[in-house]
C-alpha cells in the first residue's frame, strides 16, 4: 500500500495530482461536449475547472513553503507545484469559454498598448536611412486609420456586442493584420541593417497588438466566420513569423496581463498553433 503511505507523506504532491487530475478529466469531458450545465456565463466543468486551476495556483505559491523545503529537502516539489499550475492553467484554457462582453473588454483594453506602438511607428521613419525612411512610410501609410478603426469598432462591440457589429469587427481586423504583415515584408527588404533592425522592431509590436485582437475576435467567432476570416488574409502568419521576434511579443503579453514570462511564453505559442489550424 504504498500510494497510501505516499499520500501521507506528500500531502501536498498528492493535493496537486489530484487538481491536475481534475483540470485534465475537465478538459477531456469538455472536448466531447459534456457540460454538465450551466454555470453563470460559462459551464460546471469549466468552472470547476478553474477552480482547480486556482487552488493548485494557491498551493504552488503556499506561503508555508519554504518551511516545508526546509524540513522535507524539497526544492524541486515547489519547481513541479509551478510547473503543474502552468499546465493547469493551459488546460483550462482550451475549456473556459469566454463571453462577448469580456472579450470586447480584452480587445478594447489593448486600445493604450496600440495606440503607443502606432505613435513609434510614426516616428521610426526619422531613425532609418534617408533612402529607406520613405519606404517604410509607405508601407506603414494605413496604420493610423485602420487602428482608429479597429478601437472604434472595438468599443462599439463592447457596447452592442451583436452579430452585425462582430462582422464588422472580424473584418477590420483581418484587414488591418494584413497590412501590418504586409508592411513586415517589406520591411525585411531593407538594406541598411540599422535601419531594418528599427523597421521591424516597430511593426512587430504594431503586430503583436493585431494578432492578439485577432485571436480575441475568433474566440467570439463561429467555425464558419473563422474560416472566412482565414480567406480573406492572403499573407499567411508562416510568410511572416521568420521575421517576428518572439521575445519582444512575450514580454508584451506579459507585461499587458501582468503574468509570468512562462505563461506568455506559452499563449503565443498556443494562440500561433490556433491561428495555423484556421488558416491565418
Known amino acids: 500500500m504504498n ?23 475537465g478538459g477531456v469531458l469538455s472536448q466531447q461536449g459534456i457540460s454538465l450545465g450551466k454555470a453563470g456565463t460559462g459551464t460546471v466543468i469549466s468552472l470547476v475547472a478553474a477552480i482547480a486551476t486556482a487552488l493548485l495556483g494557491l498551493l ?6 519554504a518551511a516545508v523545503r526546509q524540513v522535507s529537502g524539497s526544492a524541486s516539489q515547489q519547481a513541479r507545484l509551478g510547473a503543474w499550475m502552468l499546465i493547469a492553467l493551459l488546460l483550462s484554457s482550451t475549456m473556459t469559454g469566454c463571453s462577448a462582453v469580456s472579450v ?7 486600445t493604450p498598448s496600440l495606440e503607443s506602438a502606432i505613435a513609434t511607428v510614426d516616428s521610426t521613419a526619422a531613425l532609418l536611412a534617408p533612402a529607406d525612411a520613405p519606404v517604410f512610410a509607405a508601407a506603414t501609410l494605413g496604420f493610423d486609420a485602420a487602428a482608429n478603426m479597429l478601437v472604434t469598432q472595438s468599443k462599439a462591440y463592447l457596447a452592442n456586442p451583436s452579430a452585425g457589429v462582430l462582422a ?6 483581418v484587414t488591418f493584420q494584413q497590412q501590418v504583415n504586409s508592411s513586415l515584408l517589406v ?14 522592431s516597430a511593426i512587430e509590436a504594431v503586430a503583436t497588438i493585431v494578432n492578439a485582437m485577432l485571436a480575441l475576435v475568433e474566440q467570439v467567432s463561429s467555425k464558419a466566420a473563422v474560416a472566412h476570416m482565414a480567406q480573406a488574409a492572403q499573407i499567411k502568419m508562416a510568410a511572416v513569423e521568420p521575421y517576428l521576434d518572439r521575445n519582444q511579443s512575450v514580454a508584451m503579453i506579459a507585461a499587458h496581463y501582468d503574468e509570468p514570462v512562462e505563461v506568455a511564453r506559452a499563449q503565443v505559442v498556443l494562440a500561433e498553433q490556433d491561428a495555423a489550424r484556421a488558416g491565418f
Request: hydrophobic share 50%; no cysteine.
Open 3 to 25: 500510494f497510501i503511505s505516499n499520500i501521507w507523506n506528500q500531502p501536498r504532491t498528492s493535493v496537486a495530482g489530484l487538481l491536475i487530475a481534475v483540470v485534465t478529466i
Open 60 to 65: 504552488a505559491r503556499d506561503p508555508d513553503g
Open 104 to 110: 470586447a473588454q480584452d480587445i478594447v483594453n489593448w
Open 168 to 173: 464588422q469587427l472580424q473584418a477590420q481586423v
Open 187 to 200: 520591411a525585411t527588404k531593407i538594406v541598411d541593417a540599422a535601419s531594418q533592425k528599427h523597421a521591424l
